[in-house]
C-alpha cells in the first residue's frame, strides 16, 4: 500500500511542487499550510511519515514536533529548513526530529532520506546494523568485543533493547531520537572497528551525501552530549579524516 506523507509548508510554491513529486513518486500526501493544521491532520489521520518546514506562521515545526514527541507520537519526521547552522539543525534535532534537509533541496535528497526513515519504521532484527569486512558474514561474525542476542545487544558499557527501543550507558536510561537509536545501534555492534563515513551514511541514511555534508558530524556530537558524562571515558571517537569508532578507553 502506497504509505502516507503528511507535508507542512507555508510556501505555496514549494509545497504544491513537493506535493506533486512525492505524488509522482507513488507516496499519499496530505499536504497544509501551517503547523496547526499539520497537528490537526496528525490526531486525526496518523501519517506514516511527517515533513514539516521548520519555518512557518503561528506553529513553527519545530512546536510541531516537540508536541508530537510529547505526546509519545514517534513517527518520523524530516524538517525542512533554510537555516544553515549548526546551532538550528541542532534544535530541530532536540525537538524530537530524525533529519533535515537544507532549502534549497534536490527533491532526490528527499525522497532518498524519506525512504531511508520509512525503512527504520521496521522491526529491528539482530544483525541488521552490522557492517561487512573483508571475509566477514556479518549476521554471522560479530565483533568479539559486543554481545547480543535476538533482543539486546551490550558493548562498551552502552547496552540496547532493540525491541523496546531502549538504550542505557551503565544504569542510566538514554533518551534517543529514532536516528540517535541507529546510529549508537550501528557503532554498538561494530565496537572497536572504526566505521568510515560512507558505510555510516549508507546504513543510517541510505545515501551519502559525499564529503561537503555535515549531516554524520552534527548527529554525532549530538549523540556524544548525551553519551558523556563527567569523569567517565569518551565512548565514540573520531579517526580523522575516516571516520567513527566506539571504544571505552
Known amino acids: 500500500m502506497p504509505q502516507n506523507v503528511l507535508l507542512a509548508e507555508d510556501d505555496r510554491a514549494i509545497r504544491h511542487a513537493l506535493e506533486r513529486a512525492l505524488t509522482l513518486e507513488g507516496y499519499e500526501v496530505t499536504a497544509v499550510a501551517d503547523g496547526v493544521e499539520a497537528l490537526a491532520q496528525a490526531h486525526r489521520t496518523p501519517p506514516d511519515v511527517l515533513v514539516l518546514d521548520v519555518m512557518m506562521p503561528g506553529i513553527d515545526g519545530l512546536q510541531v514536533c516537540r508536541v508530537l514527541r510529547a505526546e509519545g507520537n514517534r513517527t518520523p ?41 520509512l525503512r527504520r519504521t521496521s522491526p529491528v532484527t539482530a544483525g541488521s546494523g552490522a557492517v561487512p569486512g573483508p571475509g566477514t558474514d556479518p549476521a554471522r561474525d560479530a565483533p568479539a568485543s559486543a554481545t547480543a542476542t535476538d533482543r539486546q545487544i551490550e558493548a562498551a558499557g552502552i547496552r540496547m533493547d532493540l525491541q523496546a527501543r531502549r538504550a542505557w550507558r551503565r544504569t542510566r536510561e538514554l533518551e534517543l531520537t529514532r536516528t540517535e537509536f541507529e546510529l549508537l545501534e550501528l557503532l554498538v555492534r561494530n565496537a572497536e572497528i572504526v566505521l568510515d563515513h560512507s558505510t555510516i551514511y549508507d546504513r543510517i541514511w541510505g545515501y551519502d551525501f559525499g564529503p561537503g555534508s555535515k549531516n554524520l558530524a552534527v548527529y554525532v556530537g549530538y549523540l556524544r552530549r548525551k553519551l558523556d558524562e563527567p569523569g567517565a571515558p569518551q565512548l565514540i571517537h573520531t579517526v580523522r579524516g575516516v571516520g567513527y569508532v566506539l571504544r571505552e578507553d
Do not use: N, Q, S
Open 77 to 117: 519526521i524530516l524538517m525542512l529548513t533554510a537555516l544553515v547552522e549548526t546551532a538550528d539543525r541542532i534544535a530541530g534535532l532536540d525537538a524530537g526530529a530524525d533529519d533535515y534537509v537544507l532549502k534549497p533541496f534536490d527533491v532526490e535528497e528527499v525522497f532518498a532520506r524519506l525512504r531511508a526513515l
